[in-house]
């Protein structure tokens, strides 16, 4: 079955302690892509991804890093969390940037 | 900073009838234009996408785009209850970002 999973689709955490979120897709798509979505402001792109060894800043990329060493996995790493940057985070893919995307179950991030 | 501006609704349609749903854009340089619809606590899903201006059909859903006016569209014929969620437009711009609005809330009332 073609997904994207992300993991872990809960964490509660504190302020400081470093946390990754990975990413997967089974569908050797190039273009992939990390958002937030918070309430009224809608989805806003963090960082995405052309190809392998290929990333690039999106909309809000303070605060977060990424790689994409391998194809099928585009990791999110936040090095220092803050409480701002307690959101709902969904990875995505795509064939390439002019394709729909296809989205991961989401995973809810709450920073104390 | 690029923009795409929905209506946030709520918009409510009685079941049966045609609900309308708009999206501007501030990209003159976007060429690709996606509608997802998203259930309450769920992912985005796509509905439809089009790259060139006019009408595209699948099923109950049509997309139209006009690039001159900056603006696209959903028309959902014969709404079901089922449809009753947030519908997001999404636009991507020539530089491999992508852009959503935030979101029009639908209703359909049984």
């Known amino acids: 079955e073609a997904q994207v999973t992300q993991n872990p689709r809960y964490l509660i955490t504190v302020t400081g302690k470093k946390l990754t979120v990975t990413c997967s897709q089974n569908m050797n798509h190039e273009y992939m892509s990390w958002y937030r979505q918070d309430p009224g402001l809608g989805l806003r792109q963090i960082y995405y991804?052309?190809?392998?060894?290929?990333?690039d800043k999106g909309d809000v990329p303070e605060g977060y890093k990424v790689s994409r060493k391998e194809k099928r996995n585009f990791p999110l790493i936040l090095e220092s969390p803050s409480p701002n940057q307690t959101s709902l985070y969904f990875c995505a893919s795509s064939r390439n940037r002019e394709q729909p995307q296809h989205f991961g179950d989401g995973t809810r991030l709450s920073i104390l | 900073q690029k923009e795409v501006e929905q209506n946030s609704g709520p918009l409510s349609v009685p079941e049966g009838a045609i609900a309308s749903l708009n999206c501007t854009y501030s990209?003159?340089?976007?060429?690709?234009f996606f509608w997802y619809r998203q259930y309450s606590g769920k992912s985005p899903e796509l509905i439809m996408f089009?790259?060139?201006?006019g009408d595209k059909e699948d099923g109950r859903f049509t997309a139209q785009l006009n690039k001159a006016s900056q603006y696209v569209s959903l028309l959902i014929r014969d709404s079901q209850p089922s449809d009753s969620a947030t519908y997001l437009c999404a636009v991507n711009d020539n530089f491999n970002k992508f852009y959503f609005g935030s979101g029009t809330k639908l209703n359909v009332k049984p």
């Open positions: 089009i790259y060139s201006n």
């Open positions: 990209d003159r340089g976007s060429q690709s």
């Open positions: 991804s052309m190809n392998v060894e290929v990333t």
